[in-house]
């Protein structure tokens, strides 16, 4: 365990690079409207949300799997895998987000470097990039 718990963990780690990652995001139409945490966080945790997460039009709590996997049309749900393992973990015998993503979409062989020949190492940088190229190119074509 990280010493402090979890807690100290997302205080010292998650919302500084959550923070920095948010502010480099090369065009403010390119930042998501909503940001939200899963399950039923405290005003303490939405506060430091909407601190890192600077000009978020909400911070909210969603609730937990598997009610809010239909609930949020259009939403990107991001899960803390480790590289050592497959995402899906359990599958249905996981009844985390993890087990639910796992059960309900084709994400394990998809991520699985030797069921999908198509997966490469990109660094942030690159995809940073890529997204900055695809939101000016928006822009241009919008008018």
């Known amino acids: ?11 010292r780690y998650f919302y ?8 480099s995001l090369p065009l403010a139409f390119s930042r998501p409207l ?6 039923h966080p405290g005003v303490a945790e939405l506060r430091l949300l909407a601190a890192a ?3 978020c039009s909400a911070s909210f709590g969603c609730g937990l799997v598997p009610a809010i ?12 895998w480790d590289p050592s393992s497959i995402v899906g973990n359990g599958n249905a015998a996981d ?4 087990g639910h993503f796992g059960r309900r979409t084709a994400m394990a062989f998809l991520s699985f470097p030797p069921t999908n020949p198509h997966l490469r190492v990109a660094n942030a940088g690159e ?10 190119a928006a822009a241009a074509a919008a008018g």
């Open 95 to 98: 009844n985390s987000l993890n």
């Open 69 to 80: 996997l239909g609930e949020f049309e259009g939403a990107l749900f991001v899960n803390a």
């Open 16 to 23: 500084p690079a959550l923070g920095d990652a948010w502010a």
């Open 53 to 55: 997460c600077a000009g």
């Open 34 to 39: 909503r940001v939200g945490l899963m399950g």
């Open 1 to 11: 365990l990280f010493p402090g718990g979890s807690g100290a963990y997302v205080r």
């Open 127 to 136: 995809i940073l990039a890529a997204a900055a190229a695809a939101a000016t």
